[in-house]
């Protein structure tokens, strides 16, 4: 506990470095992740799902670091901002093909723009409860 307890310290000791590299994290896994948790054609793997959890796990962890608790829509809007310019990476990045019909529906960009910073708002409120639980 006493090695959480001092990365959130760097973290917040830190915060101008970090934050950056934490955006810059995000929207890389967004851009290379963006259609995964939509489409599910029976072949990912436990290990693969088991890494993006870990992934976003990570990055909820770094922003307990970086951001106070009474500022919880700042986590939400960072959030969809990085997903946002990461989905746009990704289309700019797949210009032209046909695989920008398949994965850029309405539906799948609206879901990730508002589950993912949902679910990570969540996940940041749950990681901040058990770190006032464990008198973090």
């Known amino acids: 506990m006493e090695d959480l307890l001092t990365l959130l310290n ?8 970090f934050l950056p590299f934490l955006a810059f994290c995000w929207i890389f896994i967004t851009c290379f992740l963006f259609p995964q948790p939509f489409i599910n054609k029976g072949n990912s793997s436990i290990l693969f799902n ?9 990055a909820c962890l770094m922003l307990l670091g970086m951001i106070n608790i009474n ?9 969809m901002a990085a997903d946002a310019i990461g989905i746009g990476s990704r289309y700019i990045l797949e210009y ?3 695989s920008n019909e398949i994965n850029f ?9 508002l589950i993912i910073p949902f679910t990570t708002t969540l996940i940041y409120l749950l990681m901040y409860s058990f770190k006032r639980w464990f008198k973090l």
């Open 71 to 79: 500022r919880v829509w700042v986590v939400f809007l960072f959030v």
């Open 10 to 17: 760097v973290l917040q000791a830190k915060r101008k470095f």
């Open 96 to 98: 032209g093909e046909v």
């Open 105 to 113: 529906t309405l539906s799948s960009t609206l879901g990730y723009l």
């Open 50 to 58: 088991g890494l993006i959890i870990y992934a976003y796990s990570i």
